[in-house]
């Protein structure tokens, strides 16, 4: 499996599937569990048909956290290889200001975290995402 980053319109629109947003709330990462599973990862997931790349960013981070008060901003876009397959996403951060009740979705648990938790459901990718976005957040200081 690759995993590589491009500047933001690199991508073409069409072929970004995925928005993926590393969330901080009061200084701590945020990291929710799915329901159907035992490991944590980063609020996300694929784009509806009709959906702009940020809005299903919105939609993702609202349904699996409770996100209410928060400014998404933009980091880059990513792929992800696996033999002959690619998929595109586009990564965000944020800094949420107030955490809402969760809404009913299939996360079962928002969880704050210090550093990169343990047992992730993708090991192989997650940490490279909270890597970028940690160094961007360094770089905006």
């Known amino acids: ?3 590589d980053f491009y500047n933001i319109g690199t991508v073409e629109d069409k072929r970004l599937e995925f928005a993926v947003i590393v969330a901080m ?13 035992d490991t944590w990862e980063i609020p996300g997931g694929h784009r509806e048909k009709g959906e702009t790349i940020e809005t299903a960013g919105r939609r993702e981070l609202e349904e699996e956290t409770g996100a209410k008060d928060y400014v998404l ?4 876009e990513y792929s992800v290889t696996r033999g002959a397959s690619q998929s ?9 200001k107030t955490l ?41 200081k």
Do not use: S
Not at 88 to 93: S, T
């Open 1 to 3: 499996m690759k995993i």
């Open 25 to 37: 709330h009061k200084g701590r990462a945020v990291f929710v569990r799915h329901k159907e599973r």
């Open 73 to 76: 901003k933009t980091i880059c």
């Open 88 to 96: 595109y996403g586009r990564l965000f951060v944020t800094d949420i």
């Open 100 to 140: 809402g009740q969760l809404p009913e979705t299939e996360i079962a648990e928002v969880r704050l975290f210090d550093e990169l938790p343990e047992h992730l459901t993708y090991p192989a990718i997650q940490p490279l995402l909270y890597k970028k976005a940690l160094d961007f957040l360094l770089e905006i």
